[in-house]
């Protein structure tokens, strides 16, 4: 019997194995060997974490492509920078090679994944290179992954996307350079993400022999996705909502620490109050602060504030959408082994300094680390992972992308 197979369930039955640790799925479900021939299907990993302060927020993802042959990764990390015009400054590293016959080599250029003890332990290393980043962080589980929900997108009668991903808020130590300084990292919080199937940014345009939607599909609007470890839980939510009337998606889990002895659970409901930034008169897509109420299955309502506290990392800068230097983005062969970088300059809530070819989606997409304060109890704080963007418009936004 294979570890963690109990074959007296059914087999319909959505569960992970350690095998799903590994970036070798083939359909959008748990270890199924089932191939699929898109071009925008990919397999891997993403990896986020930042000091209780926000000095530093460091970002970096890696991804198979099997069926373009293609690897890349990359390494983003904003830091606070006095002396830079903006206050902050974005570093990027990018990295694309081959895939084959190296399939077997979980890295890309300096950068290399190592699976310790699947689904709990991994390690990230990068040799120091002419990008002046490296590193080696130990990341362990601080709680079980959580398997999120499996999702497809049927559109024109075909399979548009097709998504599975697990998360897991994790312990990081080991060390990092960035602009010939090294930070020690000693028990910063970290969330990791493994996710697979067919996605809507990698592998290249989508292709113009589809014909058009006759209805474009409705905008998410403001859009979170939010990990935050606290003293003795951690909480998941993410949600779409399109500025008035109901959330139109919501899943959620509160977590706890291995050998803790309590179950995980779903929160029933959400609510949410956010307050944008204003630049001359103008509020746009940049999160201040977000008072956020989740509803506990025995019916108690925590309440929390999450807030960013460090500058903006802007995933282009990873290569995500046009970001690569010949503007075609993730999981598309550009030769056997390519090496990109940049610097640029960035402030706390719009502005941001980059190439001039890069179509840069200043007004909305950009992660932070952020810090998340229990409404009822100040002293009950953490920090994690804080995305939170607008899609589309948004009564309360003056400038949409």
Not at 169 to 174: A, F, P, Q, W
Not at 239 to 256: D, I, L, N, Q
């Amino acid at each position: 019997m294979l570890p963690g197979v109990n074959l007296s369930e059914p087999l319909q039955t959505r569960r992970l194995t350690r095998f799903d640790e590994f970036p070798r799925h083939q359909i959008g479900a748990t270890f199924d060997i089932i191939a699929d021939g898109s071009p925008h299907w990919s397999d891997g990993y993403y990896f986020t974490m930042g000091d209780p302060d926000g000095e530093y927020a460091w970002f970096m993802g890696l991804r198979l492509h099997a069926n373009n042959d293609v690897l890349d990764a990359f390494v983003c990390v904003s830091t606070s920078e006095p002396g830079s015009e903006r206050g902050g400054q974005q570093h990027n590293m990018r990295w694309s090679r081959r895939l084959r016959p190296d399939i077997d080599d979980i890295g890309c250029g300096p950068l290399v994944v190592e699976i310790v003890e699947g689904l709990r332990t991994m390690r990230v290393r990068c040799a120091p290179n002419e990008h002046g980043h490296a590193c080696d962080l130990l990341w362990e589980g601080w709680s079980p992954p959580y398997n999120e929900d499996h999702v497809q997108v049927i559109l024109n009668g075909r399979l548009h996307s097709d998504r599975s991903n697990y998360l897991q808020c994790s312990v990081v130590s080991g060390w990092f350079e960035v602009a010939g300084r090294r930070i020690d990292v000693d028990d910063w919080t970290g969330v990791r993400d493994h996710s697979w199937g067919i996605g809507n940014n990698t592998g290249g345009t989508r292709s113009v022999a589809v014909a058009p939607l006759r209805e474009q599909l409705p905008s998410p609007g403001l859009r979170q996705w939010c990990v935050f470890r606290l003293g003795d839980r951690a909480v998941f939510w993410q949600f779409h909502h399109p500025g008035v009337g109901a959330y139109t998606k919501f899943e959620s889990r509160c977590m706890f620490p291995y050998g803790d002895g309590r179950e995980s659970f779903a929160y029933s409901a959400i609510e949410h109050s956010a307050r944008f930034a204003e630049l001359d008169g103008v509020t746009v897509a940049r999160l201040v602060a977000c008072d956020v109420s989740l509803t506990r299955p025995d019916g108690v309502v925590e309440r929390y504030r999450i807030e960013s506290i460090s500058y903006p990392v802007y995933l282009q800068g990873g290569g995500y959408f046009d970001g690569y230097d010949d503007g075609l983005g993730r999981g598309v062969y550009r030769g056997e082994l390519v090496s990109e970088a940049d610097t640029w300059d960035v402030d706390r809530f719009i502005g941001v300094d980059a190439p001039s070819h890069l179509a840069l989606n200043r007004s909305h997409y950009a992660e932070a680390w952020g810090r998340c304060t229990n409404l009822d109890d100040p002293t009950d704080i953490g920090n994690g992972h804080l995305e939170c963007v607008v899609l589309g418009r948004h009564p309360q936004i003056g400038v949409h992308p």
